[in-house]
C-alpha cells in the first residue's frame, strides 16, 4: 500500500498506466543500464535505480549496487517519492521519522541517502522514479547540476518506454494486417477468385498468383508488371473482349 497521502491522481489509473507500459519483469536492457550508470556518476553515487511501483512491490528495470531486481513496498522510498511534487531528496533516512526504522536504513545496506526524480506519464501519472541512493548522509542534498541531470535522465527513462509503447503497437498493427491478408487469401483461394491492379496509364497489370494462372500467365511475371494485352490474348477466343460479345 502507499503511504497516506492526498494525491490528484487515483491509484487504479496510476498501476493501469504503469501496466500499459509492459515493462513490469521484463529483462534488463542497455538504454535502462546506460542511464543508471549516469545517473551514478554524476550523483557520485554507489547505488542508482530505475524503479517503478506498483501496489505491493517496486521492481528495478535496472539497478546498481542493489543486487536485486525487486523489493516489497513495506520497505519502499520511492512509494514516499511518486507523492511528491518533484525531486525528492532525503539527507539522512536515520533522522527522518518515515525512514529511520526502514530495515533498508536500520539493516545491512545502511542506507542514508536518497534522491529521487518522478517518472510520470504523458497524463502526470507518477509510476516511478530515478533515484540514486548513499550509505553515507548528504547534508547538503544533490547540486543544481545533478538535480538538473537526474531530471533530464528521468526524462529520458519516459522517453524509452514511450518509444516501446509505440514499437509495440506498431507490431501488433502490423501483425492484425497480416492476419487480414491470410484471411482475405485463404477466401480468394476457396473461391478461385484471383485480384489484379490495371494502371491504366501505363497499360499494366500486377496480378496475384489465382489470377495469373486463370489466364496462363506466369506468376512472377504477373506478381511484378505484364502488358495488359497478355491477359487480353489469354480470354477465351469465343470471347470479343472490345464487344463483351459471345
Known sequence: MLPASSPSWSEADRLAALRAYGVLDTPREPAFDEITQVAALV??????LVSFVEDTRQFFKSEIGMGVREMPMTVSICAHA?????????????????????????????????????????????????????TKPRPEGLNEEQEGTLRALARAVMAQL??????????????????????????????????????????HVVADVNFAQMFSV????????????RFIEAIHPRIDPASKRF
Do not use: M
Open 162 to 203: 514511450e518509444l516501446r509503447r509505440s514499437n509495440r503497437a506498431l507490431s501488433e498493427s502490423e501483425r492484425r494486417l497480416r492476419a487480414s491478408e491470410e484471411r482475405l487469401q485463404l477466401a480468394l483461394n476457396a473461391g478461385n477468385v484471383g485480384t489484379w491492379v490495371w494502371d491504366i496509364q501505363a497499360n
Open 82 to 134: 511518486i507523492l511528491q511534487p518533484d525531486l525528492f531528496v532525503v539527507p539522512d533516512a536515520t533522522q527522518d521519522g518515515r525512514f529511520a526504522s526502514n530495515p533498508l536504513v536500520t539493516g545491512e545496506r545502511h542506507i542514508r541517502f536518497y534522491a529521487g526524480a518522478l517518472l510520470t506519464t504523458p497524463e502526470d501519472l507518477p509510476i516511478g522514479t530515478l533515484c540514486v541512493l548513499d
Open 218 to 229: 506466369s506468376p512472377d511475371k504477373a506478381a511484378k508488371d505484364a502488358p495488359v494485352e
Open 43 to 48: 550523483c557520485k553515487a554507489p547505488i542508482a
